[in-house]
Structure formats: structure tokens, C-alpha cells
T-cell receptor, first 114, second 112 residues
Framework: DTGVSQDPRHKITKRGQNVTFRCDPISEHNRLYWYRQTLGQGPEFLTYFQNEAQLEKSRLLSDRFSAERPKGSFSTLEIQRTEQGDSAMYLC????????????FGPGTRLLVL | DQQVKQNSPSLSVQEGRISILNCDYTNSMFDYFLWYKKYPAEGPTFLISISSIKDKNEDGRFTVFLNKSAKHLSLHIVPSQPGDSAVYFCAAPMNRDDKIIFGKGTRLHILP
């Protein structure tokens, strides 16, 4: 399967703990996006990378969130000191650079903070 | 302020009939629109797109119509099939970086 993959698919953690999610994009895609989806809402943009450079961060991404894409391939999203409001589906997407290139989404990581 | 609005949270349609999903937008700078389909426990899947220079784009059973003056678009599915039961998101890319602005989605139920 050469689609976007995410790991883990599910994560349950206690409030205050740190969690890290991984995204492996489609291999030739140089853009990688993170979105968050909560119940009853559409996905909301968090941040994106072009190659290894993080080019934009949403104001939704508080100081407790950090994302990396060290070699321009896979990316990690870390949430420190998790809060119950962080419970959501975290979606990763990748695309080629250039306007109007289709973004392909992974299956998401569902986070539940107790 | 929601820039992409889907005002119908859910829609039920008989199998074989036409499904019409509606979407409104407020940002006049949007010049390209997307529809994504999402099954439970999966990520959104790209379905169809339309550029603002067109008023219609068709792909098999799926047709998207764009009314720029009304800032409205719709997705038509004809004929509707059981596998079409899913959540449909209307969306538009923002800026050159293409971060996507999604609506809240409409859950489509195809009834046997």
C-alpha cells in the first residue's frame, strides 16, 4: 500500500501525559499537512511542511504542540501535557507542491485524553 | 466565522434516486472547490473538484455545480448507491499553500 499511513491509529492517555504521532506520506510528495477533526466538525488545518521546512502554523497549534519533518519524509506531531480538549482525530495529508494538487489523507490517529 | 458552510448535518435518500448536497461559502477569494468523502475510521477521500471559471464538472455519477454569484455549490450523485453512505465535506484551498478549509460535513444515508 503506497498511501499515507499514520501510527498509532488509536491512543488513550491520561491528562498531563505527552503523546507523539507519526505520519508517513506518499513517497514522492514533498508537502505534508496536519489537520485535527473534532466531533461534528470538519478537519481544521494545524500546520504544513514543504520538504523539511515548516511553513505555516495555525493559531490552533498552541505551544504544547510541536511538529517536525526532519528529513523531509515522515513527520511527527507531539502534544505535551495533554488536556481533555485535545481529544480529537489527528489527520495527516500529503501532496505534491504547486497549486491545486490533490491532498491525500491518511486514516488518522484518534486521541482520547482521560 | 465559517468560510465554508454545510447547513444540512444529514440527508437520507432512497437508493437509485438523486442525492443533492449543498454548500455555501463566504470568502470571495476562493477560486477552487473540492468535495471529500469520509467513511468511519478512515481519512477523507478526494471525490471531485471544480474551478471557479467553470459552473459544472462531471465525473461519472458525481456532478458538482457552482453558482459564483450566490456563493453556492452543490454535489449531485445519480443514481445513489448504498456505498455512497458516508460523510461528505465541501472544502476550498486557501492561498497558494493549499491548506484546505472544510465545512462541517453532511452525513448521507442511502436507504434500501
Amino acid at each position: 500500500d503506497t498511501g499515507v499511513s499514520q501510527d498509532p491509529r488509536h491512543k488513550i492517555t491520561k491528562r498531563g501525559q505527552n503523546v507523539t504521532f507519526r505520519c508517513d506520506p506518499i513517497s514522492e510528495h514533498n508537502r505534508l499537512y496536519w489537520y485535527r477533526q473534532t466531533l461534528g466538525q470538519g478537519p481544521e488545518f494545524l500546520t504544513y511542511f514543504q520538504n523539511e521546512a515548516q511553513l505555516e502554523k495555525s493559531r490552533l497549534l498552541s505551544d504544547r504542540f510541536s511538529a517536525e519533518r526532519p528529513k523531509g519524509s515522515f513527520s511527527t506531531l507531539e502534544i505535551q501535557r495533554t488536556e481533555q480538549g485535545d481529544s480529537a482525530m489527528y489527520l495527516c495529508a500529503s501532496s505534491l507542491s504547486g497549486q491545486r494538487k490533490t491532498q491525500y489523507f491518511g486514516p488518522g490517529t484518534r486521541l482520547l485524553v482521560l | 466565522d465559517q468560510q465554508v458552510k454545510q447547513n444540512s448535518p444529514s440527508l437520507s435518500v432512497q437508493e437509485g434516486r438523486i442525492s443533492i448536497l449543498n454548500c455555501d461559502y463566504t470568502n470571495s477569494m476562493f477560486d477552487y472547490f473540492l468535495w471529500y468523502k469520509k467513511y468511519p475510521a478512515e481519512g477523507p477521500t478526494f471525490l471531485i473538484s471544480i474551478s471557479s471559471i467553470k459552473d459544472k464538472n462531471e465525473d461519472g455519477r458525481f456532478t458538482v455545480f457552482l453558482n459564483k454569484s450566490a456563493k453556492h455549490l452543490s454535489l449531485h450523485i445519480v443514481p445513489s448507491q448504498p456505498g455512497d453512505s458516508a460523510v461528505y465535506f465541501c472544502a476550498a484551498p486557501m492561498n497558494r499553500d493549499d491548506k484546505i478549509i472544510f465545512g462541517k460535513g453532511t452525513r448521507l444515508h442511502i436507504l434500501p
